[in-house]
């Protein structure tokens, strides 16, 4: 989504493009790096080894 924003802002207002790109690659880095650190923090927990039953009403 955040490339097609990208994108998008980019044809409406070509003028700032490089300012887009820019933004773009550091929210995209961000969220690679919370990601990464919620799969770390998750296999400390061991979330891999607990069962999920749907509880049904």
Known sequence: MIEKIKI?????DPENAEYFE?????K???I?????S????AELLGVKNVD????SF
């Open 8 to 12: 998008a802002l980019s044809e409406v």
């Open 22 to 26: 820019e933004s773009a690659e550091k």
């Open 28 to 30: 995209i880095e961000e």
């Open 32 to 36: 690679g790096e919370t990601a990464e």
């Open 38 to 41: 919620i799969t770390e923090e």
């Open 52 to 55: 999920v039953i749907p509880n």
